[in-house]
C-alpha cells in the first residue's frame, strides 16, 4: 500500500525567509503527485501536480514553486515567504488502481510570521 | 474555481443520530469522493461513486449521486464521537485533478 512522508510536520518562519518542504512516497512507482494549501476552515487549493520526473503544472500564480527531483519525491519551495503563505500543506498521491482516489499526507503546517 | 460545494457548513448531533451531509457542483464529473479530515490532520477517502452509479454503501456510509441535479449526499448513520471530523467531497472531471468543497464539520456529541 502506499505511504506519504511529510516533513516537517509544523514549521514557523519568517517574511522574506526561504521555504522548502518535502514529500515521499512509499509503494507506488511513477505516481501522479499532488500539492495542496489548506486556509484555516477552507476547503483544499490544488497549487501544483505533477505526473512525472521534472513534469510540474501551476495551478494559480503565486509565491510558490514545486519540483520533481526524482520519481517518489515532490517538493514545494519559495524564495521569499509572505504572510499569505501560512496554511496547512498537504501533499497527495494518485491511486490508479482504485478509480483514482488521491492518497495524501500527513500534512505540515506552516506560520509565516 | 472551487466545484464541489458542501452544506451544511457544520452540523452537530447526538451520537446515535444520522448525519447527513449534501455536495453541490457545477460541471460534469467522471466520478465524486468523499474524504474525511479529522482537526490538524491529512485527509482519509472514504468512498467514490462514479459518474455511471446512483447510490453506493460502506459500512455506515451511504453515498447517492443525481447527475441531473448535480448533487450527492453523505449519509452517516449510527454515528459515534469519532465521526467527529470534516466531510469534504471532491470531483474529478476529464483530468487527474480533483476539486474540492470547502467542507462540513460534523460534531457528534457523546
Known amino acids: 500500500s502506499q505511504t506519504i512522508h511529510q516533513w516537517p510536520a509544523t514549521l514557523v518562519q519568517p517574511v522574506g525567509s526561504p521555504l522548502s518542504l518535502e514529500c515521499t512516497v512509499e509503494?507506488?512507482?511513477?505516481?501522479?503527485l499532488y500539492w495542496y494549501r489548506q486556509a484555516a476552515g477552507r476547503g483544499l487549493q490544488l497549487l501544483f501536480y505533477?505526473?512525472?520526473?521534472?513534469?510540474i503544472s501551476s495551478e494559480v500564480p503565486q509565491n510558490l514553486s514545486a519540483s520533481r527531483p526524482q520519481d517518489r519525491q515532490f517538493i514545494l519551495s519559495s524564495k521569499k515567504l509572505l504572510l499569505s503563505d501560512s496554511g496547512f500543506y498537504l501533499c497527495?498521491?494518485?491511486?490508479?488502481?482504485?478509480?483514482?482516489?488521491?492518497?495524501f499526507g500527513p500534512g505540515t503546517r506552516l506560520t509565516v510570521l | 474555481s472551487q466545484q464541489g460545494e458542501e452544506d451544511p457548513q457544520a452540523l452537530s448531533i447526538q451520537e446515535g443520530e444520522n448525519a447527513t451531509m449534501n455536495c453541490s457542483y457545477k460541471?460534469?464529473?467522471?466520478?465524486l469522493q468523499w474524504y474525511r479530515q479529522n482537526s490538524g490532520r491529512g485527509l482519509v477517502h472514504l468512498i467514490l461513486?462514479?459518474?455511471?452509479?446512483r447510490e453506493k454503501h460502506s459500512g455506515r456510509l451511504r453515498v447517492t449521486l443525481d447527475t441531473s441535479k448535480k448533487s450527492s449526499s453523505l449519509l452517516i448513520t449510527a454515528s459515534r464521537a469519532a465521526d467527529t471530523a470534516s466531510y469534504f467531497c471532491?470531483?474529478?472531471?476529464?483530468?487527474?485533478?480533483?476539486?474540492f468543497g470547502k467542507g462540513t464539520l460534523l460534531t457528534v456529541n457523546p
Open positions: 509503494g507506488t512507482s511513477n505516481p501522479n
Open positions: 461513486i462514479r459518474s455511471n452509479e
Open positions: 471532491a470531483t474529478r472531471g476529464s483530468n487527474y485533478k480533483l476539486t
Open positions: 460541471t460534469s464529473i467522471n466520478n
Open positions: 497527495a498521491c494518485l491511486n490508479w488502481r482504485a478509480y483514482n482516489e488521491q492518497f
Open positions: 505533477s505526473v512525472g520526473i521534472g513534469q
